[in-house]
């Protein structure tokens, strides 16, 4: 077993050093995660990565996973309804249940979320004020991702406030806050639970209206996977949202002449979005995986339910993948990554995501075409999140 530093606080702020001495010396590395039993697979260059999210052999379903795995799962809260979100389960139920999603994301339908996401960031944006220090995750980030969420799910806007409290608590990694994690799960599946049987009463023409005519037409969705695929998407929606505007904003201001291509020509905003997913995105670490039967990964044995990480944030920064991977670079001519997965569970909401990054940082660059860090760079801490990776806060002056 070896120790390496990770899920500390120290790792939370910056893993790539971590990352690279994994590749460099323990591409495939056995080692505990702190406060848990959870003895786990650091899986770190990426070629290795690529095929163990595309190998049918390691399992998402956390039917497959160890005892210890289970119970903090539990003890962190994110393990009550995680087994039948589609995320979380392996063909045939996982291939159902995407087909009935996937026929909800059409572009039609990402076009009228596409509009209230801009009449939300345009209100939003409207009301910071000049000069004076703003945190953009607080005042922007956290309200234009509830926005987002509510219009998609149909949930009531006056139910944004307590959302965003359950959001913030759900995938923390500190141990001191992991009741509260388990009682926002609790509080949220509740609420989750009362809002289906809500919109069973009185259909609308949101995205839970739409899986619950489809569940009665074609009967592909039980209740319970109804209710952890809201959900999911609520958690997965919510703090990724949040962490990529922290992280784009960052990444542009850590990078000045970077920000300054992007301000003199704005068609580059896409190649910008990408580079972020992969210089520095909200899915650093973010892929567990179960094998389904002892097997061998780059030349090392794995027990059969066993944890595996699969460390997309390291892949991302492999120099056998990518050319000067720690340079950010938004004219890279090879974008490809791994940030919204890869293979059969690869996030159906990709798009969503990147028309909305693209519209808010598109309006911001043009109402805000100066901004600067309110306050010192190494005052900026990144959250004890298991899964997602961002900042905390991000104190920013906007200048017309």
């Not at 209100?123 to 945190?135: A, F, I, N, Q």
Request: charge should be negative; hydrophobic fraction near 45%.
């Amino acid at each position: 077993m070896t120790a390496i530093p990770v899920f500390t606080s120290e790792f939370f702020q910056d893993p790539y050093p971590t990352y690279r001495f994994l590749r460099e010396n323990h591409p495939v590395c056995r080692t505990t995660i702190p406060f848990t039993d959870v003895d786990v697979w650091l899986v770190s260059r990426y070629d290795d990565v690529k095929e163990g999210l595309a190998d049918a052999r390691l399992s998402s379903d956390y039917a497959n996973a160890s005892p210890a795995f289970h119970a903090a799962s539990l003890a962190f809260g994110s393990g009550t309804v995680g087994s039948r979100t589609m995320l979380n389960l392996d063909p045939p139920d996982h291939t159902r249940l995407r087909r009935l999603a996937a026929s909800t994301f059409t572009d039609r339908r990402i076009a009228q979320w596409q509009t209230a996401m801009r009449a939300a960031a345009e209100t939003l944006l409207g009301s910071l004020p000049r000069k004076e220090p703003v945190d953009v995750l607080e005042r922007i980030a956290a309200p234009l991702s509830v926005e987002v969420i509510c219009t998609v799910l149909g949930a009531p806007p006056g139910d944004s406030v307590q959302l965003r409290e359950w959001g913030d608590l759900i995938f923390t990694a500190d141990p001191n806050l992991r009741h509260l994690a388990f009682e926002a799960v609790e509080s949220l599946v509740a609420y989750t639970s009362d809002l289906i049987a809500e919109k069973k009463r009185h259909l609308g023409t949101d995205l839970m209206s739409d899986l619950i005519r489809a569940s009665r037409n074609r009967g592909m969705l039980s209740g319970d996977e109804l209710l952890a695929t809201m959900v999911g998407l609520i958690v997965a929606g919510y703090e990724s949202t949040i962490a990529l505007v922290g992280d784009l904003f960052l990444a542009l201001l850590d990078h000045p002449e970077q920000h300054a291509l992007l301000r003199k020509d704005i068609s580059l905003v896409d190649a910008a979005i990408e580079e972020v997913l992969r210089y520095d995105g909200p899915q650093a670490s973010s892929f567990w995986r179960f094998p389904t039967a002892d097997m061998e990964l780059a030349g090392v044995r794995i027990a059969a339910h066993e944890t595996v990480l699969l460390l997309v944030g390291s892949a991302h920064r492999d120099p056998a993948r990518y050319p000067d991977p720690d340079d950010f670079d938004i004219l890279r001519k090879d974008k490809r990554h791994l940030a919204f997965g890869h293979g059969i569970h690869r996030c159906l909401g990709a798009q969503l995501a990147r028309r909305n990054a693209r519209t808010l940082l598109t309006m911001t660059l043009e109402r805000f075409p100066h901004m600067s860090l309110a306050v010192p760079r190494a005052d900026i801490v990144y959250k004890p999140n298991l899964i997602v990776r961002g900042p905390a806060f991000l104190p920013l002056a906007f200048d017309r």
